[in-house]
């Protein structure tokens, strides 16, 4: 089992930035792709963007254009943490953001939510206009 710990929402205003935290737990070695997703009220949960840990290769949902140069996903392996950062926040970009973890995942699939098995809570970030 992996524990996922999200922290870092909040409310800012546009333009601003945040960046959330992912601290995992647990069997970490199961968590070889971590991945943010968010899910704005009466939308579907969307990828974000997926880092493979053990080579640090990132990828980023391309059908979710308005993140594309604002949202940088990272990590830090001995704290077995990932980070997204947002800048430029813009108030389409409110939603609850989740963590997620997978052990393999195709890497056509790293954005799917239905291949990652562990999730966070959430945490919410609104951006104000």
């Known amino acids: 089992q992996v524990q996922l710990v999200e922290s870092g929402g909040g409310s800012v205003q546009a333009g601003g930035s945040l960046r959330l935290s992912c601290a995992a737990s647990?069997?970490?070695?199961?968590?070889?792709?971590m991945a943010w997703f968010r899910q704005a009220p009466g939308k579907e949960r969307e990828g974000v963007a997926t880092i493979y840990r053990r080579g640090g290769i990132t990828y980023y949902a391309d059908s979710v254009d308005s993140v594309k140069g604002r949202f940088t996903i990272s990590q830090d392996n001995a704290k077995n943490t990932v980070y997204l950062q947002m800048n430029s926040l813009k108030p389409e970009d409110t939603a609850m953001y989740y963590c997620?973890?997978?052990?393999?995942?195709?890497?056509?699939?790293?954005?799917?939510?239905?291949?990652?098995?562990?999730w966070g809570q959430g945490t919410q970030v609104t951006v104000s206009s």
């Open positions: 647990g069997y970490t070695s199961s968590a070889n792709y």
């Open positions: 997620a973890a997978a052990s393999n995942v195709a890497r056509w699939l790293v954005h799917d939510a239905r291949h990652f098995a562990y």
